[in-house]
């Protein structure tokens, strides 16, 4: 070989190796620049993960919970009554009572196996309850056989208020998910879960072999993890870009945090169906969605039907392909089987059953969207936008049993009204309030059930007419040197003059004159003239502040004919103001809100139960006492046969042209607000005695009236007076009548019009009556 030849392979040698050093320097380059960069990715990444991760995951619905009924020994109870709202709550009734979410009824006794819940000041974690009640009167209750003195039934869910981003879920903690559901998931899904660290190369290898034995997808190759990572960051895009994303993803959460807690993340993430507008995300709310039960009321057969969900919610929907949802249940139901998480009776059961679906897909239907938009008002006052997407708690006010008897009576007495007068196009609008507390227990802001619409309760700002009045009688009545039952007032005809000259000549409704009437007769008879020389005597600004002070909060601007009531107000306005009287001269805010809580079951609000004096207990007393004598000889004397002689208090209010029909009525439990009128302010033929009343009185037969009881402040003595000067007199006095007045007011005159005649025969005298 010559020389030559050497040196040119020689050289050939080693130019090869001097490019393969090249391409090893540059691609060395290049992988340590994808290692940098795939670091600072990783780093941006694991920023990204963990700031949702350890943050607020999810926006989650509001919960708005009815009010929580406590029951104690000795009080009033209707079994038949609390079997109602348990069915209404989700429970089914049966014989005998086995699983949480049952209740059995009898003749004198209740059994409940209630679910798990968090109560404002305590955990239940599922207990069996027993309610027994005799002639109505609760005589025995017990937690799991304990014998208690009271105990909390589980409140029932009004709505869930869904966030902007339309993702509704219900979390649950793992260890509330029933161990059987998990292991199916497992197994359907990542057999692997425990054992791989966010990807799977064998669990790909092991599903592409299980789906071309099956002859179709029965496995997925991603991870939960993976899974979790697309669901919860990424979008479904199907790129290689996305993939290289998640399974990093994958592998940061698997190194960041534990398995139970991305298990959990999981099963509160995964998209299980849709409810219309709104995605069903997570088991705890797919139970409900699918079956109306909670996580740990689930069969075998519905386990598996939520978990064949996972690979498809709208291909496998059992509502509109019901053949395809159950041979995937069944499926999932046989590989159950072979893997030893059912038996074969089990098994067998399971397969054999129907899908148990809930007939109707919507899910917790708003049903009572106007009481609903005051709660609404009432959070966005209390808390802010980004914390009610944090899954609260608002415990509220509500009473089921009393909105439907609220809707009832409704539904029942404006067509017969609307019959009887010849109307057309009455609206209705009532609010009821529990005294003691101020919480609103029903509202109705329309005529027609369920109506999201405008709220009257809320916004319809109507003139209230003779409404007015115990406002003024109040403001007198405080002023107890110069003002009592027996003073007397003009009636005659008057003529007021405006500031710009305008005459005003008001009439009584009957278009009569008394001459003169007693201040109680101006008020239990609704006369207008005697109010208005009232008031004005008073001062239209001392008016002014009573009406402040019974808790009206917007402005007012005061002229002669507000003391007839040509004011606005809502039907909300007019109970507020109407609390403070039937509440004994204490104000408070009447509320639908009671607490609201966390998801970890810390209070964020809670209603202060702070009651202010806002009226003398005297004049209190005294006004409940008109109010009282309203019912019973005055123009809503008609409740006297309607309610059976029950003790109610109250006022009508009719407006101009019989435009406007109001009444507000109560009991010793209930204040109840009711107006009548039409949307367009035409007159509708009621007064507030023809229309509002019975709307009232019906609403109250239905509820069961609770009598009205009259407490006489150590400072009010019953009084002799006489009937034509409104002197405190002796009875010696002819013409008198007794009133209760302040003690500290009466200055008995010993001079009267006319003595009493001993009409009495001489044998009378001398033996007696």
């Known amino acids: 070989m010559s020389k030559n030849k050497v040196k040119k392979r020689s050289s050939s040698s080693g130019k090869k190796s001097s490019i393969l050093a090249r391409v090893g320097i540059t691609l060395g380059k290049l992988m340590i620049a994808l290692i940098f960069t795939l670091g600072i990715f990783s780093i941006y990444l694991d920023a990204k993960i963990r700031k949702t991760f350890e943050g607020q995951r999810w926006h989650v619905p509001v919960q708005v919970y009815g009010q929580l009924q406590k029951l104690q020994l000795g009080e009033r109870a209707n079994l038949a009554e609390l079997a109602e709202s348990l069915i209404i709550n989700g429970y089914n009734k049966v014989n005998y009572v086995t699983r949480v979410g049952q209740f059995s009824l009898s003749t004198n006794q209740l059994e409940i196996f209630q679910r798990p819940f968090d109560f404002v000041d305590s955990v239940n974690h599922g207990q069996q309850l027993m309610v027994e009640v005799v002639s109505d009167i609760v005589v025995a209750l017990s937690v799991d056989q304990q014998a208690v003195a009271e105990l909390t039934l589980e409140p029932q869910l009004l709505a869930r208020l869904v966030p902007d981003n339309k993702e509704d879920r219900v979390l649950v903690a793992l260890e509330e998910v029933p161990s059987q559901l998990i292991d199916t998931l497992l197994l359907i899904e990542d057999r692997g879960f425990y054992h791989h ?65 991305l298990l959990e993340a999981y099963i509160n993430e995964v998209y299980l169906g849709q409810n219309y507008a709104n995605g069903v995300y997570g088991f705890g709310l797919a139970a409900k969605f699918y079956f109306g039960k909670a996580i740990n009321e689930l069969t075998n057969a519905q386990m598996a039907l939520l978990v064949a969900q996972v690979k498809g919610p709208s291909y496998y929907d059992p509502w509109r392909h019901p053949e395809r949802a159950i041979e995937r249940r069944d499926l999932v139901l046989r590989l159950m089987f072979e893997q030893h998480l059912l038996s074969l009776v089990d098994f067998e059961q399971a397969a054999e059953s129907s899908l148990s679906i809930r007939p109707n897909r919507r899910l917790a239907k708003k049903n009572y969207p106007a009481y609903l938009q005051l709660v609404n008002a009432e959070l966005n006052q209390h808390l802010s936008s980004f914390t009610q997407k944090s899954g609260i708690k608002v415990f509220t006010g509500f009473s089921h049993r009393s909105q439907q008897l609220l809707e009832q009576s409704v539904a029942q007495q404006l067509p017969r009204l609307e019959r009887q007068y010849k109307q057309s196009g009455l609206e209705v609008a009532m609010v009821v309030t529990d005294i003691a507390s101020g919480e609103i227990r029903a509202l109705v802001g329309g005529r027609e059930s369920g109506y999201a619409g405008f709220n009257r309760a809320l916004n319809a700002k109507r003139h209230i007419g003779s409404l007015i009045k115990p406002a003024i009688y109040a403001a007198a009545l405080e002023r107890f040197h110069q003002y009592n039952f027996a003073t007397i007032l003009d009636d005659k005809a008057i003529t007021l003059k405006s500031g710009s000259g305008n005459k005003w000549q008001p009439k009584n409704y009957d278009g009569k004159y008394r001459g003169q009437v007693s201040l109680i007769e101006g008020l239990v008879y609704s006369l207008n003239i005697p109010t208005i020389n009232l008031g004005m005597s008073l001062g239209l600004d001392n008016v002014a502040d009573a009406i402040k002070t019974l808790g009206f909060q917007h402005k007012l601007q005061m002229r002669p004919s507000v003391l007839l009531g040509a004011i606005n107000m809502s039907p909300l306005d007019v109970n507020q103001l109407y609390l403070t009287i039937a509440a004994k001269g204490y104000a408070q805010k009447s509320h639908t809100i009671t607490k609201i809580l966390s998801a970890n079951n810390e209070v964020l609000w809670q209603q202060q139960q702070l009651s202010e004096q806002r009226l003398s207990s005297n004049t209190a007393y005294l006004l409940d006492y008109a109010l009282t004598q309203v019912t019973q000889i005055g123009t809503a004397k008609s409740l006297t046969w309607r309610l059976n002689n029950n003790k109610v208090a109250g006022k009508t209010g009719t407006s101009n042209a019989l435009r406007d029909s109001w009444f507000v009525g109560y009991d010793n439990r209930l204040l109840v607000t009711t107006w009548l009128g039409k949307d367009n302010n035409a007159p509708t033929g009621l007064t507030g005695s023809s229309g509002a009343l019975t709307l009232f009185a019906d609403f109250m037969k239905k509820q069961g009236v609770v009598n009205r009881i009259l407490e006489k402040p150590a400072g009010i003595v019953i009084t002799l007076f006489e009937q034509q000067t409104g002197n405190a007199v002796t009875d010696d006095c002819a013409n008198t009548v007794v009133y209760p007045a302040v003690r500290a007011g009466i200055i008995t005159s010993k001079q009267c019009l006319q003595e009493k005649v001993d009409t009495r025969s001489w044998f009378e005298k001398v033996f007696g009556d």
Request: net charge positive; no cysteine.
């Open 197 to 261: 660290h966010g990807v799977s190369p064998l669990g790909i290898v092991r599903a592409l072999i299980n789906n071309i034995r099956a002859g179709r997808t029965v496995q997925g190759g991603s991870t939960l993890t993976q899974q979790l990572a697309k669901n919860m960051f990424l979008n479904r895009e199907r790129t290689i870009s996305r993939k290289i994303k998640e399974a990093l993803m994958a592998l940061i959460l698997e190194f960041r945090y534990s398995k139970d807690q």
